[in-house]
């Protein structure tokens, strides 16, 4: 059964600092990795998407994948403080399955 | 487009009564999947139906739990004989089915057992 774990738990960064964020995976045959967002009391916004080993990038986002290290990051550039949220790793091993997901890691962006 | 609607938004319950959750995909998507979202264990899948037909219900709850999906435009889940440690918030996702495409999520159902 897949297991997803996330760190840090919680992240304080300043406005405009580069925030960083991991993901580790157990099953190295996964091929559909996603970054949501949740906001208090809001549904999730997915971020990014990637499906390969390398980086893809989104506006501010980007995203880090390497399969061999079962490992999955998010750095966010130029945070502001409306990033402030809570961000969701959420792997499958296709695409044409449920997504087992972090438990999140909350981001604080203070000016 | 007014994204995947889910009613209602709160729902209080007595143990031992019955709750049905109601979601509406995004039009022309064929897949929907239900998640649970507690604090302790987080997000879990629940259930997946594509183009109606129930593909994966591994994450579904042996017992009291069970959803369907009558036609396109609508999914629900009922829960039997709900438990305290039912309370969570219910979500629910709509994809257009393609390879790679996104899960789109409702805003979901916080569901409050007394």
């Known amino acids: 059964q897949q297991k997803v774990q996330q760190s840090p738990e919680s992240l304080t960064v300043s406005e405009g600092a580069m925030a960083s964020l991991n993901c580790t995976f157990s099953?190295?045959?996964?091929?559909?990795f996603r970054w949501y967002r949740q906001h208090s009391a809001k549904g999730l916004e997915v971020l990014v998407s990637?499906?390969?080993?390398g980086e893809k990038e989104e506006g501010r986002f980007t995203a880090h994948l390497n399969r061999a290290n079962l490992h999955v990051s998010l750095h966010i550039r130029e945070p502001q403080p409306s990033d402030s949220a809570v961000y969701l790793c959420a792997v499958s091993h296709n695409y044409a399955q449920g997504l087992t997901f972090g438990l999140g890691t909350r981001v604080s962006v203070f000016p | 487009n007014a994204g995947v609607i889910q009613t209602p938004r709160h729902k209080v319950t007595g143990k031992g009564q019955e709750a049905t959750l109601w979601c509406e995909p995004i039009?022309?998507?064929?897949?929907v999947f239900w998640y649970r979202q507690t604090i302790v264990q987080g997000l879990e899948f629940l259930t997946y139906?594509?183009?109606?037909?129930?593909?994966?219900d591994s994450g579904m709850p042996k017992e009291r739990f069970s959803a369907q999906m009558p036609n396109q435009s609508h999914s629900t889940l009922k829960i039997q004989s709900t438990q305290p440690q039912d309370s969570a918030v219910y979500l629910c996702?709509?994809?257009?089915?393609?390879?790679?495409?996104?899960?789109?999520f409702g805003p979901g159902t916080r569901l409050t057992v007394l």
């Open positions: 990637i499906f390969s080993d």
């Open positions: 996702a709509s994809s257009p089915g393609q390879k790679y495409a996104e899960q789109f």
């Open positions: 039009s022309g998507h064929s897949a």
């Open positions: 139906f594509r183009n109606q037909a129930p593909i994966d």
């Open positions: 099953d190295g045959t996964s091929n559909n």
